[in-house]
């Protein structure tokens, strides 16, 4: 019993300290058209980038406002047609967050 107590200490530990009010999110276009109106959720800067084929932009999701669990959401227009995408992703606690970083690559639709 008392070694169990012991390992979730520890556990506890580890964990209490690899959360963050902020998380980097890399963005990837691997979807082979242009991108506009791309915003990522919670969005308290507001940011709306373009990403060519290719391209890639680091969005920094700042937590500090959240106060419930959530996900991360994105959304963002194909320049070419019009459409509109949108996916949710990832995963926040009581506005801190779980990974250092997230990697997130739009990809063609299938």
């Known amino acids: 019993m008392r070694s169990l107590c012991c390992l979730l200490l520890i556990l506890t530990s580890l964990f209490a300290c690899g959360h963050s009010d902020r998380v980097n999110i890399l963005i990837e276009n691997q979807s082979g058209f242009?991108?506009?109106s791309?915003?990522?959720h919670p969005?308290?800067?507001?940011l709306m980038v373009e990403l060519q084929p290719g391209d890639s932009v680091v969005?920094?999701?700042d937590l500090s406002r959240q106060v419930a669990d959530g996900a991360y959401s994105i959304i963002y227009r194909n320049v070419q047609n019009g459409k509109v995408y949108r996916d949710t992703f990832g995963y926040f606690t009581n506005g801190m967050a779980l990974e250092r970083e997230i990697r997130y690559r739009i990809v063609p639709p299938e």
Do not use: E
């Open 43 to 46: 969005n308290t800067a507001g």
């Open 34 to 36: 242009a991108i506009d």
């Open 59 to 61: 969005y920094t999701a």
């Open 38 to 40: 791309l915003s990522v």
